[in-house]
């Protein structure tokens, strides 16, 4: 065979060769590249919650170390699942994240849901942050033990407000009267930050929160924390004892982290853990974090997997037990 007839082969083999330097190339180039526009995080309740306020704090201080602007979308609704349905659903391209709570691991067991933490790529956990019940500072209950011995006494009148059905802290209200053989009346609201101001303003008898909620009102002196589900004492409120420190063997917290959709690219995922987790240990962020009372805890995507995914089957025990 003549160089004229092996010509087609040789550019046929040029051409396979370019194909695969490229493909090769493709991924980490891409990689490299991002981000080239601004990141969303989704937030799947209203603003003024916890979760808005520690992830738009958190945004602020990533975004010098991602390179790109770094903007909050708020889509409350559902007790997060339209947030969360949104998120699953978005673009694998690391452009939108979602924050990653702890009602991701409980409202797939409360009501059917098109969504899971199986859905998401975590990326990072950021705070985990105890809950409790805040009454306004002038309730009749000075201790924990007078509002439980009211609420035992009383079925059905205590109101507590929490950020949605279904979600987090409306869980825990429900474990918390569960352990004391007592029975509130929730009411939802479109986040902890509309539920507060339903106290603030005598709508609810109580409400169910985690930190920064309702923090600087009772640092103000307008509520008080009557029940605080932590293992140990907040910092910030030394004299205010934990629930189990009054004989009730209760305790509950939440995470809250970043995921991304599933099928995002393993390089993107370590890029905007990277960014983030800078972020997190940017002192302006931990001055923000001390002053909203909220405990930061990294977490990385790994591990904060596999938090998931204990969580999960944890609650949908939790849940089977509370319907009984």
Known sequence: MNALDRLPSLRAAASLCTL???AAMSTPLNAQQFPTKEVQILIPYAPGGATDLVFRALAASSQKYLGQAVVVVNRAGGGGAVGFNEGAQAKPDGYTLTTAVTPLAILPHQVKTTFSYQNFAPIINVVQDPAMLQVQAA????????????????????????????????????????????????IPFAGGGPS???????????????????????????????ALFSDKRMADFPDVPTVREQGIDFSMSQWRGLAAPKGTPPEIIKILHDAF????????????????SVTLSYVGPADFGKLMAADHERYAKLVAELKK
Request: hydrophobic share 45%.
């Open 20 to 22: 695969a330097v490229v």
């Open 139 to 186: 309730a009749p209950w000075k201790t924990t033990k007078e509002f439980v011995d009211y609420a035992r006494q009383n079925p059905n009148t205590i109101t507590v407000g929490n950020s949605g059905a279904g979600g987090g802290v409306h869980l825990i209200a429900a474990a918390f009267e569960h352990a004391i053989g007592a029975k509130f009346n929730h």
């Open 196 to 226: 507060v101001t339903a106290l603030l303003g005598g709508h609810v008898n109580a409400v169910s929160v985690s930190p920064p909620e309702g923090i600087a009102h009772v640092k103000a002196g307008k509520l008080k924390i009557i």
């Open 277 to 292: 987790k800078k972020g997190m240990e940017d002192p302006t962020f931990i001055k923000s974090a001390e002053s909203m």
